[in-house]
Nanobody, 124 residues
Framework: QVQLVESGGGLVQVGGSLRLSCAAS????????MGWFRQAPGKEREFVAA????????TYADSVKGRFTISRDNAKNTVYLQMNGLKPEDAAVYYC?????????????????WGQGTQVTVSS
């Protein structure tokens, strides 16, 4: 039942940067780990990054380590994904999601609602 609204996508040159935002509904945002995922045309949705409920621990897919940074602002019920050094293979629709269980550092299950996503296009 959580509502998630992704934004911040757009067109960027190879090597450029974008910052994605995910606004979440509810007053218990700070209790849950959050994650970013992406889906390219013809591909399955894949994990990109996650941040613990406390914000003290982050996890990244190998493909984005050193280039992407996930963060959160509990006062704004928002999670961010800073993307630097973008590559053509980063082009996809990006989604955020919330862990089903509160107070976890390493989430393993996610909610059913993925929002509408935000499109990232990388020109080459």
């Amino acid at each position: 039942q959580v509502q998630l609204v992704e934004s911040g996508g757009g067109l960027v040159q190879v090597g450029g940067s974008l910052r994605l935002s995910c606004a979440a509904s509810g007053r218990t945002f700070s209790r849950y780990a959050m994650g970013w995922f992406r889906q390219a045309p013809g591909k399955e949705r894949e994990f990109v990054a996650a941040i613990s409920w406390s914000g003290g621990s982050t996890t990244y897919a190998d493909s984005v380590k050193g280039r992407f940074t996930i963060s959160r602002d509990n006062a704004k019920n928002t999670v961010y994904l800073q993307m630097n050094g973008l590559k053509p293979e980063d082009a996809a629709v990006y989604y955020c999601n919330r862990d089903r269980i509160p107070f976890r550092t390493k989430p393993t299950t996610w909610g059913d609602y993925w929002g509408q996503g935000t499109q990232v296009t990388v020109s080459s």
